[in-house]
């Protein structure tokens, strides 16, 4: 793949507590990563393989033990609110603001002066297909459109750069598949730079430009697998051979993995993926 | 039947089985004191309470005690609301706080504080101090603790999503922090309105100038028993007044969390 990075991740570890703490991890070792302007990269692992953190290193939520990151050529050292937006695994909206109030909110967070925000909100709104439902409480929304309200917010920041944590985890197969169709949709009509963690091979196949596979923990990409189709990706992709070789790549690539993890720590719960 | 008209019909149905219980109440206390020969000095006629009651009203012989006893209520309220919150929040903020204080504050909630009315007596005289005092005591571990909850258990993925926005401090609290815990706190501060009420009437019983717990007292003394029921009768209607008022405030402040 050729281009611009927009994230440059580099030498990357991160343990979680003191180095002679009984509870210390080492979560990521060693990781260096870039990602080019534009696309689509998902990450895929074993549960605890440290997957998840790297996205909030990359955000500037958790900073590295050791390595760097790299935003537009600027080193992250903390939240970035203009280059970079989330999206989170669920519940992540306000419960007592409605969905057109938290869409702006997260405007009046990022410093948008208040005569762009409405027009704004109404665009992401739009472009989510919630245009109609904007003065719900998320507590009256289905979970699928729950995670719609939260992508709307994080499109109405306008950030070059997605990151997305499992965001349609908690939902059901048939939901999951229509918002990635969705989603696959959106992203043809921008040029947004989305980092998206999932569990799910199949998402991962539908979604991505490249594959990020990683390791057991402690994790560290094994291998990276490019998945050569346009977006917006059609339905049909699913049932074609191409979708179907590149997932069982990803299974052969991601089935010792898993099994390392459950011979270590004894738990299968959440370890497998979706298939 | 819709499930709404269904549900209005239960409520319709449990609300006159509580009337008829209060009216079977009212008419067994006037088969006691008209066929039974229960002594007026014990159980005065209902029909006089009620004469009395009436009286007490015309005449507005109540409005200096009932002054005393709001005065006192307001004023250590907005003590226990003010010190409660400001306090419960900067515990909020440290979990080294929360461990050490959360459990203290939890005993002292658990001690029964009206048994050092003689103390408060004594440093803040009979009258009204004495009773804001002791109201604002017992009324702050409730708020103090709620706001504890409240504040020191937000979400943390509100906390990382609101930052990850880009919010300040002051944006945090505003928008994020104060919504999340609001419902939490007003539980709290009806809890603390209602022991206020409770323990400064209460202790207008015990020891005290003026306010509608003494007034009752004196009538019990006096052994004007059928003035005294009309008091009582009295005071909890305030009292079912305020709490309802109170209630409301609550519901209005909790409305779509």
């Given at each position: 793949?050729?281009?611009?990075?927009?994230?440059?991740?580099?030498?990357?570890?991160?343990?979680?507590?003191?180095?002679?703490?009984?509870?210390?991890?080492?979560?990521?070792?060693?990781?260096?990563?870039?990602?080019?302007?534009?696309?689509?990269?998902?990450?895929?692992?074993?549960?605890?393989?440290?997957?998840?953190?790297?996205?909030?290193?990359?955000?500037?939520?958790?900073?590295?033990?050791?390595?760097?990151?790299?935003?537009?050529?600027?080193?992250?050292?903390?939240?970035?609110?203009?280059?970079?937006?989330?999206?989170?695994?669920?519940?992540?909206l306000?419960?007592?603001?409605?969905?057109?109030?938290n869409v702006?909110?997260g405007?009046?967070?990022?410093?948008?002066?208040?005569?762009?925000?409405?027009?704004?909100?109404?665009?992401?709104?739009?472009?989510?297909?919630?245009?109609?439902?904007?003065?719900?409480?998320?507590?009256?929304?289905?979970?699928?459109?729950?995670?719609?309200a939260a992508l709307a917010r994080a499109l109405s920041?306008?950030?070059?750069?997605?990151?997305?944590?499992?965001?349609?985890?908690?939902?059901?197969?048939?939901?999951?598949?229509?918002?990635?169709?969705?989603?696959?949709?959106?992203?043809?009509?921008?040029?947004?730079?989305?980092?998206?963690?999932?569990?799910?091979?199949?998402?991962?196949?539908?979604?991505?430009?490249?594959?990020?596979?990683?390791?057991?923990?402690?994790?560290?990409?094994?291998?990276?697998?490019?998945?050569?189709?346009?977006?917006?990706?059609?339905?049909?992709?699913?049932?074609?051979?191409?979708?179907?070789?590149?997932?069982?790549?990803?299974?052969?690539?991601?089935?010792?993995?898993?099994?390392?993890?459950?011979?270590?720590?004894?738990?299968?719960?959440?370890?497998?993926?979706?298939? | 039947?819709?499930?709404?008209?269904?549900?209005?019909?239960?409520?319709?149905?449990?609300?006159?089985?509580?009337?008829?219980?209060?009216?079977?109440?009212?008419?067994?206390?006037?088969?006691?004191?008209?066929?039974?020969?229960?002594?007026?000095?014990?159980?005065?006629?209902?029909?006089?309470?009620?004469?009395?009651?009436?009286?007490?009203?015309?005449?507005?012989?109540?409005?200096?005690?009932?002054?005393?006893?709001?005065?006192?209520?307001?004023?250590?309220?907005?003590?226990?609301?003010?010190?409660?919150?400001?306090?419960?929040?900067?515990?909020?903020?440290?979990?080294?706080?929360?461990?050490?204080?959360?459990?203290?504050?939890?005993?002292?909630?658990?001690?029964?504080?009206?048994?050092?009315?003689?103390?408060?007596?004594?440093?803040?005289?009979?009258?009204?101090?004495?009773?804001?005092?002791?109201?604002?005591?017992?009324?702050?571990?409730?708020?103090?603790?709620?706001?504890?909850?409240?504040?020191?258990?937000?979400?943390?993925?509100?906390?990382?999503?609101?930052?990850?926005?880009?919010?300040?401090?002051?944006?945090?609290?505003?928008?994020?922090?104060?919504?999340?815990?609001?419902?939490?706190?007003?539980?709290?501060?009806?809890?603390?309105?209602?022991?206020?009420?409770?323990?400064?009437?209460?202790?207008?019983?015990?020891?005290?100038?003026?306010?509608?717990?003494?007034?009752?007292?004196?009538?019990?003394?006096?052994?004007?028993?059928?003035?005294?029921?009309?008091?009582?009768?009295?005071?909890?209607?305030?009292?079912?007044?305020?709490?309802?008022?109170?209630?409301?405030?609550?519901?209005?402040?909790?409305?779509?969390?």
């Amino acid at each position: 793949m050729t281009g611009e990075a927009a994230i440059r991740i580099k030498g990357v570890s991160h343990h979680f507590g003191e180095e002679s703490d009984a509870r210390h991890v080492l979560a990521l070792r060693d990781t260096s990563l870039d990602i080019v302007r534009g696309e689509l990269i998902c990450l895929i692992g074993p549960s605890g393989c440290g997957k998840s953190t790297l996205l909030n290193v990359v955000g500037g939520l958790l900073a590295p033990t050791t390595g760097t990151v790299e935003v537009s050529g600027k080193k992250v050292t903390g939240p970035m609110p203009h280059d970079i937006a989330f999206v989170f695994q669920e519940n992540a909206l306000f419960p007592w603001n409605t969905v057109f109030e938290n869409v702006n909110l997260g405007m009046v967070f990022q410093g948008v002066p208040r005569a762009g925000r409405e027009a704004r909100a109404r665009r992401s709104l739009e472009a989510v297909g919630l245009e109609d439902f904007a003065q719900h409480y998320p507590g009256q929304l289905s979970g699928g459109m729950r995670q719609r309200a939260a992508l709307a917010r994080a499109l109405s920041l306008e950030t070059g750069i997605l990151l997305m944590d499992e965001p349609f985890g908690a939902l059901d197969e048939q939901t999951r598949m229509i918002l990635g169709e969705d989603l696959s949709v959106l992203l043809s009509r921008t040029d947004k730079t989305i980092v998206f963690v999932t569990h799910s091979l199949g998402e991962a196949t539908f979604l991505a430009d490249r594959v990020a596979v990683f390791s057991a923990r402690p994790g560290t990409i094994k291998q990276i697998i490019s998945v050569d189709e346009p977006h917006p990706r059609k339905p049909d992709f699913v049932t074609s051979e191409k979708f179907t070789a590149i997932r069982n790549q990803l299974y052969g690539l991601l089935h010792d993995e898993i099994r390392k993890t459950v011979a270590e720590t004894g738990v299968t719960a959440g370890a497998e993926p979706a298939p | 039947m819709t499930p709404a008209g269904k549900a209005r019909e239960g409520k319709l149905a449990s609300r006159s089985v509580q009337a008829a219980f209060l009216v079977a109440l009212i008419v067994l206390w006037y088969l006691a004191t008209t066929r039974w020969g229960v002594s007026s000095i014990l159980l005065p006629n209902p029909v006089l309470v009620v004469r009395q009651l009436w009286d007490i009203l015309k005449s507005g012989e109540f409005v200096g005690d009932l002054r005393v006893t709001l005065t006192e209520l307001g004023i250590a309220f907005a003590i226990s609301a003010t010190s409660g919150v400001t306090i419960g929040y900067l515990i909020s903020r440290s979990h080294y706080r929360i461990r050490v204080l959360e459990p203290l504050f939890a005993g002292i909630y658990s001690v029964p504080i009206i048994l050092f009315l003689p103390l408060y007596v004594l440093f803040f005289g009979l009258g009204p101090a004495s009773k804001i005092a002791l109201g604002a005591t017992i009324s702050f571990f409730p708020i103090a603790l709620n706001t504890i909850a409240g504040f020191g258990y937000v979400d943390k993925v509100f906390v990382v999503a609101a930052r990850s926005m880009g919010a300040s401090d002051v944006q945090l609290f505003r928008y994020v922090l104060l919504p999340a815990a609001l419902p939490i706190i007003l539980t709290g501060m009806r809890m603390g309105f209602t022991v206020a009420l409770l323990s400064i009437i209460g202790s207008e019983t015990i020891a005290s100038l003026a306010g509608l717990g003494h007034r009752i007292v004196h009538l019990a003394e006096g052994m004007e028993m059928a003035r005294m029921f009309a008091y009582i009768a009295f005071v909890v209607a305030i009292a079912l007044i305020l709490n309802t008022i109170v209630s409301a405030l609550e519901a209005r402040g909790k409305r779509h969390t």
